[in-house]
């Protein structure tokens, strides 16, 4: 569903902005790196654009950008670009909500490797309302207050916002093959529900360990009206939730009603069941790699022994 994209351009100054290259030696000691003096543990080449401002939003951000190998040598190439949520815990276990998701690692082995295309890494840090921003429907929890419901203004941040600056800052491809969006939890369902409303400007959907909890199991409706164009990602763990049995259960449904759309599994849509995982950044970092393969290595996801492609 193709969405009317305002003109803003205030972003972030560029004086916000930290810069570090690990390849070249250098040392995370900036506290913004490593706070509270914590080790930082990141791999590869990193931007910060620190307190990122939105019109849109209550709460500025940091915005963490992993560059890949080549980029600071091959002035001439662009590349596609991946934005990913809960930006603090993918990278470094200094900012992360307990484990890292260590994308950053992953990247740097499969780029070096030659299994997946080089690509950016938009982490976008959350924040108290993470909540309320990664929830496309507001519901009424138990106590009869209502929760959530932000996410369309967070969706428009990203695109309205962040991605313009992203696009005139960095050497990116900026069309929507080129483009995807990715999380977990919370953070899954709003990767689904971008891909549901603005895929004129996201093709690469990852939707890791949904909340298909959320208002009444709204999504499961919601799949419905999924474009057919989108190529996506979905995978859950055999732990997961009260009821793990029902948490697969609901899973399955989910996929099943995205197949039904006419997504074909192993080319346009991958299901993968994470046996003995639970609900955790560790169980995340486990697989993520899985993920970065079906986007930008078709190749090295299918060769994966492991990988399970349900009916």
């Given at each position: 569903?193709e969405?009317?994209?305002?003109?803003?351009t205030?972003?972030a100054?560029?004086?916000?902005?930290?810069?570090?290259?690990?390849?070249?030696?250098?040392?995370p000691h900036?506290?913004?790196?490593?706070?509270?003096?914590?080790?930082?543990?990141?791999?590869?080449?990193?931007?910060?654009?620190?307190?990122?401002?939105?019109?849109?939003l209550?709460?500025?951000?940091?915005?963490?950008v992993y560059?890949?190998?080549s980029?600071?040598h091959?002035?001439?190439k662009?590349?596609?670009v991946?934005?990913m949520?809960d930006g603090n815990?993918?990278?470094?276990a200094?900012?992360?909500f307990?484990?890292?998701w260590?994308?950053?690692?992953h990247?740097?082995h499969l780029?070096?490797?030659?299994?997946?295309?080089?690509a950016?890494?938009?982490?976008?840090y959350?924040?108290?309302?993470?909540d309320f921003e990664?929830t496309?429907n507001?519901?009424?929890?138990?106590?009869g207050?209502?929760?959530?419901g932000?996410?369309?203004?967070?969706?428009?941040?990203?695109?309205?916002e962040?991605k313009?600056?992203i696009?005139?800052?960095?050497?990116?491809?900026?069309?929507?093959?080129?483009?995807?969006?990715a999380?977990?939890?919370?953070?899954g369902?709003?990767?689904?529900?971008?891909g549901?409303?603005?895929?004129?400007?996201?093709?690469?959907?990852?939707v890791?360990?949904?909340s298909?909890?959320?208002?009444?199991e709204?999504?499961?409706?919601?799949?419905?009206?999924?474009?057919?164009?989108?190529?996506?990602?979905?995978?859950?763990?055999?732990?997961?939730?009260?009821?793990?049995?029902e948490?697969?259960?609901?899973t399955?449904?989910f996929?099943n009603?995205i197949?039904s759309k006419?997504?074909?599994?192993?080319?346009?849509?991958?299901?993968?069941?994470?046996?003995?995982?639970?609900?955790s950044?560790?169980s995340?970092s486990?697989?993520?790699d899985?993920?970065?393969?079906?986007?930008?290595?078709?190749?090295?996801?299918?060769?994966?022994?492991?990988?399970?492609?349900?009916?």
């Amino acid at each position: 569903m193709e969405q009317q994209i305002a003109n803003i351009t205030e972003t972030a100054p560029i004086e916000n902005t930290l810069e570090i290259n690990l390849r070249n030696g250098e040392e995370p000691h900036d506290q913004a790196w490593a706070p509270n003096g914590q080790e930082a543990t990141l791999s590869g080449h990193f931007r910060l654009h620190q307190a990122f401002q939105s019109k849109l939003l209550e709460h500025s951000r940091d915005i963490i950008v992993y560059l890949p190998p080549s980029y600071q040598h091959d002035q001439d190439k662009r590349y596609p670009v991946l934005y990913m949520h809960d930006g603090n815990n993918l990278f470094n276990a200094a900012t992360s909500f307990g484990d890292e998701w260590n994308v950053d690692e992953h990247m740097e082995h499969l780029i070096q490797t030659g299994q997946i295309k080089e690509a950016l890494i938009i982490g976008i840090y959350n924040t108290e309302n993470r909540d309320f921003e990664y929830t496309w429907n507001a519901m009424t929890n138990k106590n009869g207050q209502v929760e959530g419901g932000g996410g369309p203004k967070y969706a428009r941040f990203i695109v309205e916002e962040l991605k313009p600056f992203i696009d005139s800052e960095y050497r990116t491809k900026p069309d929507r093959e080129s483009t995807g969006i990715a999380g977990s939890s919370l953070g899954g369902l709003i990767s689904f529900y971008m891909g549901l409303h603005y895929d004129d400007v996201f093709s690469h959907i990852g939707v890791l360990s949904p909340s298909l909890w959320w208002n009444n199991e709204q999504s499961l409706a919601d799949v419905e009206t999924l474009p057919q164009d989108l190529k996506i990602w979905v995978d859950m763990g055999t732990e997961e939730g009260g009821d793990p049995d029902e948490t697969l259960a609901k899973t399955q449904d989910f996929v099943n009603c995205i197949a039904s759309k006419g997504y074909v599994h192993g080319e346009n849509l991958l299901f993968w069941l994470a046996e003995g995982a639970d609900h955790s950044e560790a169980s995340w970092s486990d697989r993520v790699d899985r993920m970065l393969c079906f986007f930008f290595g078709e190749q090295c996801a299918k060769e994966m022994p492991e990988l399970k492609i349900e009916p």
